[in-house]
């Protein structure tokens, strides 16, 4: 059975790690039954900074970019219409802190259930326009993926562990990664970027038949 790993650095506040994520799905999906696909997300933050109390997205982008970002959220729009995701990019008005939530998926690796729970959050924030740092709406994720209600009370009351989640994040962009999303197929073959679904397919053909070698 060929074995593959996928390393992932991805924040949930990021659209395109939505895109991303969702083209990487597709494109596992469509693999032989017998290929075992090991999924493994690590923490990026596109602001590790970012107001508790959130900050009007349009008001950041403009500050950030120094443009109107409406052509810049009609082309993600239209990118991920291309692959069957249907999004919105005025609907979430608010850009929110997500070492939280980089918190819950990182736990929730222990339950095995970390790819879907970080789908779930960057779906959260994008389709249901959710505020992804409120305790009460990571519950609802967490509980979700195998976590129960206080579980995730007592992960969201250790303030150490967001700590853990910044200098973690901190080291990825040490490393030489300074966008997301990103990936990593088995150690060894790196793709930036929210890639069309037939490069991360002609990436997975490669390392499968790698290690049937």
């Not at 090991?38 to 008001?59: M, N, R, T, W």
């Not at 970002?69 to 990118?79: K, S, T």
């Not at 259930?113 to 740092?133: G, L, V």
């Not at 967001?162 to 790196?190: D, H, M």
């Amino acid at each position: 059975m060929p074995e593959v790993r996928i390393d992932i650095f991805s924040d949930p506040v990021c659209p395109w790690c939505l895109v991303g994520l969702h083209r990487l799905n597709k494109a596992v999906d469509a693999l032989p039954d017998d290929v075992d696909v090991d999924i493994v997300h690590h923490p990026y933050l596109l602001d590790a900074s970012a107001v508790k109390q959130g900050e009007d997205v349009e008001k950041m982008l403009r500050r950030k970019y120094g443009t109107d970002p409406a052509p810049m959220w009609d082309r993600l729009e239209d990118e991920a219409k291309k692959s069957g995701l249907d999004l919105d990019m005025r609907k979430q008005k608010w850009r929110y802190p997500s070492q939280a939530a980089q918190v819950l998926i990182a736990a929730a690796a222990a339950k095995g259930t970390q790819h879907a729970t970080a789908m779930d959050m960057s779906k959260a924030c994008y389709e249901d326009a959710k505020n992804i740092s409120d305790v009460d709406v990571l519950v609802e994720i967490g509980v979700a993926n195998g976590f129960s209600e206080p579980e995730v009370r007592a992960l969201m009351e250790r303030e150490e562990l967001q700590r853990e989640i910044e200098k973690a994040a901190a080291g990825a962009s040490e490393q030489g990664i300074t966008g997301v999303p990103f990936f990593i197929l088995q150690n060894k073959y790196g793709l930036s970027g929210a890639q069309p679904e037939d490069v991360f397919n002609e990436a997975l053909t490669t390392v499968i038949a790698e290690a049937a070698e």
